[in-house]
């Protein structure tokens, strides 16, 4: 997602890496995680094929009207950026760990 806000475009080699994480991210963290892997491929899809279709044609209200989708799968998955952190607390979690009980344990002097 940051080489596609960096670039204002979707790369896409990292796009066609993300469907090789759903199994994964399904297993490791469960369905909405793989749904919201799922959200960011599509949103970035969407993107890369307005601009295809875009790109040759002269100005006019097509052009506009392809570019103005674009811009808002932009603003979607931008929503989608900004709520990734949410999506991924309950599974990062740390100051609820054993280890994290342990660190907040004031040191004995010996």
Do not use: W
């Amino acid at each position: 997602m940051l080489t596609t806000f960096r670039n204002g475009a979707p790369d896409p080699e990292e796009i066609s890496k993300l469907p090789r994480l759903y199994p994964e991210a399904r297993f490791l963290f469960g369905h909405d995680i793989e749904e919201f892997f799922r959200k960011i491929f599509k949103l970035h899809v969407d993107m890369e094929y307005f601009r295809s279709s875009y790109k040759d044609l002269a100005s006019g209200e097509r052009r506009t009207e392809l570019v103005h989708k674009e811009s808002e799968a932009l603003k979607q998955l931008a929503e989608e950026f900004d709520n990734l952190v949410v999506k991924f607390s309950p599974y990062l979690a740390i100051q609820d760990s054993p280890i994290s009980a342990i660190s907040r344990r004031p040191c004995s002097k010996n």
